[in-house]
């Protein structure tokens, strides 16, 4: 699958953006998704996770309560809500794609870089101060 991350800009400290990975294919079809972000001169960090059926979710400390991540109804769309967005924020954010191979794993998302196996070419979010 092909992801495509969008959704990206300048935005002041305070202010609220919404992040979208389009896939090239159905997620509907057994894909867990996921964001991560990576600031400059930094490693690339787990933003937030949402399982395959979509029911469940987590997310980087740091960032519950300020971000909320979802799929939309046609399944090849997932979104990165992010409100309350401070200079710390300021990323490349990628979306990721994890294919389900077993059914024990319908309900679980994911939050490590190497458990991802399709990822999107990033967009930049930079918030002002």
């Known amino acids: 699958v092909q992801l495509q991350a969008s959704g990206g800009g300048l935005v002041q400290a305070g202010g609220s953006l919404r992040l979208s990975c389009t896939a090239s294919?159905?997620?509907?079809?057994?894909?867990?998704m996921g964001w991560f972000r990576q600031a400059p001169g930094k490693e690339r960090e787990f933003v937030a996770g949402?399982?395959?059926?979509?029911?469940?979710?987590n997310y980087e400390d740091s960032m519950k309560g300020r971000f909320t991540i979802s799929r939309d109804k046609s399944e090849n769309t997932v979104y990165l809500q992010a409100n309350s967005l401070e200079p710390e924020d300021t990323a490349v954010y990628y979306c990721?794609?994890?294919?389900?191979?077993?059914?024990?794993?319908?309900?679980?998302?994911?939050?490590?870089?190497?458990?991802?196996?399709?990822w999107g070419q990033g967009t930049q979010v930079t918030v002002s101060s």
């Open positions: 990721a794609a994890r294919k389900v191979i077993y059914n024990d794993e319908a309900d679980s998302y994911f939050s490590t870089q190497n458990q991802y196996e399709y």
């Open positions: 294919e159905r997620i509907s079809n057994r894909y867990a």
């Open positions: 949402i399982s395959w059926r979509g029911g469940n979710t």
